[in-house]
């Protein structure tokens, strides 16, 4: 409307014809016996849409041998159920959403897990009771340099093409091109590194803890400034507010939900110095690199991991109402924090091999 309302002041369109809206997605409420206003009813292989009092227009879905397993299965057992369909136009096909809905018993738990979300590394603290805490760190560094070299491309792009004579309908679909593949790589990064934390997750039986990250990009404006008293440049803000933390999160989130594992997240008052804060002593120190070393107590360690441990500690001490240094359990305060071998395993290195001839002569 408000396009519109500007073209009839510039004459380039009429006051006298409204504009219409075409909608080429839509969403659908089931129909059943308990909602008899619904339009749409789910087979399996089709849809049944209502159009009118008797008539339907039915959508035949193709269904892909992965959807089968991990979906469409479940539901003619009845584990699963339906919720509200949305179809989109694309072209002279349609895309059909289904989201499938189950109810999942929760597990009981060992003990509970803080998971501290870097750029770079995603580190997990595993406390259980009568156990000193281990240190998990997943490399997470594929998701930066996935963003660096497609901003290096598509800024390439844009100067290449800016250039006279400017091919506008070129970058534009070039740069389309390349997002769309940024995110279909930052998405698989993202979906490795979350099914390696299920799989911790559900083989320790214990609770992951994330920040609770809202508003965080505030930290990252322009007005505000970092901890030397300058403001942050315009590539380290840019770097940092194309950090996927959130969608990292939703990842974890329902796929150890669908194991029967509970998630938990710190209330937003409490985040604030997780990484800063002496888990022996209690005092505050000014982080410099990766390594965190306490003044006071001459505790050190990486800070990555203090980060992880205040957060499953802080959640802990106030699900459990009681004060920090009181709540903690004094095998979780003999802290090693070693690093264990990733969860994925490692490629086997192969040497080349010499001629057997060469190698006999050297022997001798």
């Not at 089709?46 to 227009?57: D, F, M, N, P, S």
């Not at 937003?268 to 005092?283: L, N």
């Not at 959640?315 to 071998?341: I, L, R, Y």
């Amino acid at each position: 409307m408000r396009s519109w309302r500007k073209l009839c002041r510039r004459g380039q369109a009429d006051p006298n014809k409204l504009p219409v809206y075409v909608a080429r997605a839509m969403r659908l409420e089931l129909w059943s016996k308990e909602n008899s206003a619904g339009l749409c009813r789910f087979h399996g292989d089709a849809i049944q849409i209502r159009v009118r009092a008797g008539e339907y227009l039915w959508l035949p879905l193709l269904a892909t041998e992965h959807h089968e397993q991990a979906y469409l299965r479940d539901w003619y057992e009845g584990k699963s159920k339906v919720g509200e369909i949305s179809v989109s136009a694309f072209g002279n096909k349609a895309r059909v959403y289904v989201p499938f809905k189950r109810e999942v018993e929760l597990k009981p738990a060992e003990g509970i897990c803080g998971v501290d979300v870097n750029e770079r590394s995603l580190d997990l603290c595993i406390l259980k009771l009568n156990q000193a805490p281990r240190h998990i760190r997943l490399d997470t560094s594929k998701l930066a340099a996935i963003a660096h070299s497609m901003e290096l491309k598509q800024k390439s792009i844009q100067e290449k093409l800016d250039a006279v004579p400017q091919c506008s309908l070129q970058k534009r679909r070039l740069k389309l091109k390349y997002s769309r593949r940024r995110r279909n790589r930052t998405r698989e990064t993202l979906h490795v590194v979350s099914k390696r934390v299920t799989e911790v997750l559900t083989r320790e039986r214990v609770e992951p803890v994330f920040e609770d990250l809202t508003w965080i990009r505030r930290s990252m404006q322009r007005s505000r400034k970092s901890l030397n008293g300058k403001t942050l440049r315009r590539d380290i803000r840019r770097r940092l507010n194309q950090w996927p933390f959130r969608k990292l999160q939703f990842y974890v989130e329902y796929k150890t939900l669908r194991h029967g594992c509970q998630v938990h997240y710190l209330p937003r008052e409490q985040v604030r110095g997780t990484s800063s804060t002496c888990p022996t002593c209690g005092s505050h120190v000014k982080p410099n690199g990766h390594a965190f070393t306490c003044k006071v107590c001459r505790f050190t360690a990486d800070r990555h991991f203090i980060g992880a441990f205040n957060e499953a500690v802080r959640w802990w001490s106030a699900s459990t109402a009681k004060d920090v240094g009181s709540s903690v359990p004094p095998e979780w305060c003999q802290m090693q924090p070693s690093v264990e071998e990733p969860v994925a395993p490692v490629k086997p290195r192969i040497e080349a091999q010499r001629p057997p001839l060469l190698r006999f002569a050297t022997e001798i």
